[in-house]
């Protein structure tokens, strides 16, 4: 089960992957980085130890060989030099003898006398040059490491050559030092593979839990489009059974007696109720999707307050509630939707009206500044505590109380006002003191430049 989990794991959370493969990739490439370094560096160390040999052998011409006539002298003098210098594996001085050299002074005192042939002393002899090679393996000398070997000529004061200088310089110290930083970046590559391995062992959860994330949003994807699909569907029905409730109220089916029209005007009343919540759950679904559609136009806002405000004489009045109005005529003209505008309008004072048991509820315009507009909705309801406040536009979220027991609703209306007011814009706020009433406003933009781009971009997505 684990095992078919983290294949399955595997498989689909690409960025899980990913981040791993950027962790082991860090180490990766700071080892690969060491040993470009350490190779350059080796390099460079060869090189200069190439001289350094040459160098070597060229002070030896000039400073020794000059002064030394006979070969006694000079094998104490390259005894001398092998003391003082333990990276020197072989020196040979060598004095031609036909086609081959005879050594003359060396470390090992056994060569001495003996004839040698080589081509790289050949070359260096008549070309009178300097022949340095990098030989590797086992050398002469016994051990396994690499040497430069250097052939070179030795001349006597008048510059003629005299004979020949055969020596071997060991890079082994430098080639320790190189393979022990190689080795400890090695150490900490393994250390970090093991400790990303054991992590990802140890977090089987992280697994587990970035397939519940993939499966939660595939589920609120689901969720979204069923409530889409379910509130177009529910809609057609809903609009059917109003149409005919209606015509049925106003006697087109005959006259009702008493109970009926009783009956059938709580019928309209759930009908409406149930419209009103398609419709929240559709507004949602939009938003969500981001498929709200915005037609920027011109607003006669004084003219649309006082329209929404006679829609709602009535239910003041049936209520006991004094509703006062206060806007101006020359309320300027601003750039919406006049749609949105009408419904977070609706949506404040719907709920100034449903949270009010006495008093008034007012309906206030207002020119803020050159830029906005604000449009207030007070009212002397319930009124809330700041934690309630603190969570009032949030989806779903209903105060739950005494003064709110029997109050239909679905804590939608707020967040959906919220959304269509930034949508716009503007900005929602709300004062509110408990038992005392609540005050809802927001701004809006008289001109929204936002809205022409808002508006374009949702066509282009259509
Ligand atoms: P609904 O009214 O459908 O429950 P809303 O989102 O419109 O949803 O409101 C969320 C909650 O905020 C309401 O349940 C109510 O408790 C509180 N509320 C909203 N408006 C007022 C108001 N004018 N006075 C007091 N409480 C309010």
Redesign the pocket.
């Known amino acids: 089960m684990a095992k078919f989990k983290n294949s399955f794991f595997l498989r689909q959370s690409y960025q899980v992957i990913y981040g791993v493969t950027l962790i082991l990739l860090i180490p990766i490439f700071i080892i690969l980085n060491t040993v470009s370094s350490v190779s350059s560096f080796q390099k460079n160390i060869d090189i200069s130890l190439q001289r350094q040999a040459l160098s070597l052998g060229q002070m030896f011409d000039s400073t020794v060989f000059r002064y030394t006539e006979n070969y006694d002298d000079l094998q104490d003098k390259v005894m001398v030099i092998k003391e003082s210098n333990s990276s020197l594996r072989n020196f040979d001085v060598l004095v031609a003898e036909g086609e081959s050299f005879k050594v003359v002074a060396s470390f090992d005192e056994s060569k001495l006398g003996k004839s040698r042939d080589d081509l790289n002393y050949v070359i260096a002899w008549h070309k009178n040059e300097a022949i340095g090679t990098l030989v590797s393996g086992v050398v002469e000398t016994g051990s396994d490491e690499r040497l430069w070997e250097i052939v070179l000529p030795l001349h006597d004061e008048s510059g003629q050559k005299q004979a020949l200088l055969s020596l071997q310089m060991s890079l082994k110290i430098m080639d320790e030092l190189a393979k022990d930083t190689l080795t400890k970046s090695y150490v900490i590559l393994s250390i970090t593979i093991l400790v990303v391995i054991l992590l990802l062992a140890l977090n089987t959860r992280l697994f587990e839990h970035a397939l519940l994330f993939k499966k939660l949003k595939e589920v609120d994807r689901m969720k979204d489009e069923f409530i889409s699909i379910a509130s177009h569907e529910l809609r057609t029905p809903i609009t059917t059974i109003k149409g005919f409730l209606s015509m049925m109220l106003e006697g087109d089916y005959g006259q009702l007696n008493k109970d009926g029209e009783k009956g059938f005007k709580i019928m309209e009343a759930s009908v409406n109720r149930l419209g009103n919540l398609v419709e929240d759950l559709l507004n949602v679904s939009r938003i969500e999707q981001n498929r709200l559609v915005v037609k920027a136009q011109p607003v006669d806002t004084a003219v649309v307050l006082n329209s929404l405000a006679d829609e709602f004489d009535l239910r003041l009045e049936q209520k006991g509630l004094k509703f006062v109005r206060q806007i101006p005529e020359d309320l300027p003209q601003i750039w919406a939707d006049e749609d949105k505008f009408r419904q977070v309008v609706i949506?404040l004072l719907g709920?100034?009206v449903?949270?009010?048991k006495k008093g008034e509820v007012e309906l206030i315009g207002k020119k803020e500044n050159e830029q906005f507009l604000t449009i207030m909705v007070k009212?002397s309801?319930?009124?809330?505590s700041a934690e309630e406040r603190a969570k009032?536009f949030e989806k779903f979220?209903?105060?739950q109380g005494e003064e709110?027991r029997g109050i239909i609703?679905?804590?939608?209306?707020?967040?959906i006002t919220k959304q269509l007011v930034e949508l716009m814009g503007g900005n929602i706020y709300v004062d509110?003191i408990k038992h005392v009433g609540?005050q809802?406003y927001f701004t809006i933009p008289i001109y929204n430049p936002q809205l022409h781009k808002l508006e374009v971009e949702t066509k282009n997505k259509k």
């Open positions: 949506n709920n100034a449903k949270y009010t009212d309801g319930i009124g809330m009032l979220y209903r105060i709110t609703g679905t804590g939608l209306g707020l967040w509110s609540s809802f």
